[in-house]
Nanobody
Framework: QLQLVDSGGGSVQAGGSLRLSCTAS????????MAWFRQAPGKEREGVAT???????RHSDSVKGRFTLSRDDDKNTLYLQMNSVKPEDTAMYYC????????????????????WGQGTQVTVSS
């Protein structure tokens, strides 16, 4: 069982930065396909960034150039560095994982992920 704990959310002004973290106990994140999703009130859950087992990240067009997904295997922690945040980035952010062979198949669909963190709220004020 892969248990994820995400943290690091908070309130920040537009243009500021936040770093979200996702950790797991008793399971190496480098053995899973990982992602960050976000969900704003009244909207569908949206994929923000994904990373494969080799550590190659991909970012959605809405955050490309502003957010950076990375993984520290020594700390078994996934990070989402959020820079130049905008009010439209306000949402609950979730770390997610699955352990199927192909990290790229339907990687932007929340239905592909079996394991989820509890969520961490990010609020960006203008």
């Amino acid at each position: 069982q892969l248990q994820l704990v995400d943290s690091g959310g908070g309130s920040v002004q537009a243009g500021g930065s936040l770093r979200l973290s996702c950790t797991a106990s008793r399971y190496p994140l480098s053995s899973a396909c990982m992602a960050w999703f976000r969900q704003a009130p009244g909207k569908e859950r949206e994929g923000v960034a994904t990373i494969d087992r080799a550590g190659n990240p991909r970012h959605s067009d809405s955050v490309k150039g502003r957010f950076t997904l990375s993984r520290d295997d020594d700390k078994n922690t996934l990070y989402l560095q959020m820079n130049s945040v905008k009010p439209e980035d306000t949402a609950m952010y979730y770390c997610a994982a699955h352990v199927r062979y192909d990290c790229y198949l339907d990687s932007w669909s929340s239905a592909s992920y079996k394991y989820w963190g509890q969520g961490t709220q990010v609020t960006v004020s203008s």
